[in-house]
């Protein structure tokens, strides 16, 4: 079980270079153009709303997950998305669950919108979830969605106000 949260919280966690936001997402690299299309990666990006653009199928550190996307966050270039599928609501909210443990986090210990970095709830087009900023080693948005197989991360370069990045995070549209 640790070494499932361990491998969840790279995905999180592996930082990049100050010159590349996408690089800190899922192992780090796209997959390479020749590989075949992975039906899971099709379903997920499937699932992913329009507004969510330049979608590559990637990698995960998580063992549990069926399948990841490495895309672009709407109107913001310099922000990486990365999503990744689970076989089931229950396993990724489980995974999410592991992420916090794992980094010796709490529930409900901090306000995205205005800054104070930690976890909360949120709610808002019709549905809730669970939601992780951080700082450190970049500035990162981890969600889940209530009834949704999917986590989603954003990331952006260190130094990127979480109030910035929580704006842009508004701005995915729920899946």
């Known amino acids: 079980m640790l070494a499932v949260a361990a491998a969840i919280l790279v995905v999180v966690l592996v930082s990049g270079s100050d010159d590349d936001p996408v690089a800190p997402l899922a192992t780090g690299e796209p997959l390479p153009e020749t590989a075949p ?11 992913l709303p329009a507004e969510i653009t330049g ?11 069926t399948a990841a996307a490495l895309c672009v966050a709407p109107n913001r270039p310099d922000v990486a998305a990365h999503f990744t599928l689970y076989s089931s609501p229950e396993a990724a909210q489980g995974a999410y669950d592991l992420v916090i443990t794992a980094e ?6 901090g306000d995205c919108s205005t800054g104070v970095v930690g976890e909360e709830g949120w709610s808002g ?7 992780l900023c951080n700082e450190a080693p970049n500035v990162q948005i981890f969600w889940s969605t209530a009834g949704s197989p999917i986590l989603g991360l954003l990331n952006a370069q260190p130094g990127t106000p979480v109030t910035d990045l929580y704006q842009v995070w508004q701005s995915v549209p729920v899946y």
């Open 37 to 47: 299309v992975d039906p899971e990666y099709e379903a997920l990006v499937a699932q």
């Open 55 to 65: 979608c590559e199928p990637s990698t995960s550190s998580d063992p549990t997950a």
């Open 104 to 109: 010796g986090g709490t529930f409900d210990t």
């Open 125 to 131: 087009g019709g549905t809730s979830g669970r939601l």
